[in-house]
């Protein structure tokens, strides 16, 4: 069984280290003493107009394809990439052997894989998009 006057000693430091911490200004509760913080120290801020890019803003760059609004999308990118490569992989499994190349079967497993996930990306972005637009309007 605990010792019940040692526990109540306990709570009534630790009561009396909140008080007092509520008092202070700038006060800080540790181990059930109550001890008053110097000032914080201040972070030092880039100031925004010296800064010259936004570092919020993606840098437009020739290898990504332009969505609907004309910014340059991941997701349509790799869409755009997954789509022809299934759709190449189908149009040359019609084909045994190409020259000296052998071309496998179409695996509809192994495509589906690969495209499904990446479509589900680019609907779901859209759908995500087109669900904000909405809300910033009301």
Avoid: H, N
Avoid at 8 to 22: D, H, N, P, Y
Avoid at 65 to 89: E, M, N
């Amino acid at each position: 069984m605990a010792d019940t006057s040692a526990l109540s000693k306990v709570l009534q430091a630790a009561e009396g280290a909140v008080q007092a911490a509520g008092t202070a200004p700038d006060a800080q509760v540790t181990m059930g003493q109550a001890v008053v913080a110097s000032a914080p120290q201040q972070v030092p801020v880039p100031d925004p107009t010296l800064m010259e890019d936004d570092p919020t803003e993606v840098k437009p760059t020739w290898y990504w394809i332009k969505d609907a609004r004309g910014y340059g999308s991941v997701t349509t990118t790799l869409v755009f990439v997954a789509f022809w490569i299934t759709t190449v992989s189908y149009i040359l499994s019609m084909f045994d052997r190409v020259g000296p190349l052998s071309i496998r079967p179409f695996d509809v497993a192994a495509c589906s894989s690969y495209f499904i996930p990446l479509i589900t990306l680019y609907f779901g972005r859209k759908a995500t998009e087109a669900w904000k637009e909405t809300q910033t309007k009301k």
